[in-house]
């Protein structure tokens, strides 16, 4: 018989995101990685872009510690701050990174670029 999982909320410590909505998440190995989305709605709600991040996050998941991962690209190389984006664990020349595609931008406006971005 196949072990049964269990569902629990966890307590996480470090250095813990803000709440966000419409970000994307992935599990990069044991960790679990977040990146961007929306920290405050817009006072139209979906009409408007509200207050996006660019900021990523992984949470190790056997410690439950939160980091937030400083930026160790080129200048100019790291997805601008957006929410409802595409975004995937990716290899390029070895080494694994994020691959971010489109999403919305502060402005409101669709963004049509896509990044690979190492930490």
């Known amino acids: 018989m196949s072990p049964v999982a269990e ?23 044991k960790e679990i990685v977040v990146y961007g989305g929306e920290e405050e709605p817009h006072e139209l709600m979906h009409m408007g ?10 949470l190790d998941t056997e410690t439950l510690v939160w980091e937030k991962v400083v930026d160790g690209t080129e200048e100019g190389k790291k997805p601008s701050p957006r929410g409802w984006c595409a975004f995937a664990v990716a290899v390029k020349d070895g080494e694994e990174g994020l691959l971010v595609h489109g999403g919305n931008s502060p402005t409101n406006e669709r963004l049509d670029d896509m990044v690979f971005w190492r930490f």
């Open 49 to 58: 872009a509200g207050k996006l991040s660019g900021e990523v996050y992984r």
């Open 7 to 29: 569902n629990k909320w966890v307590k996480t410590t470090g250095d813990v995101p803000p709440a966000r909505s419409v970000f994307p998440a992935v599990r990069s190995g």
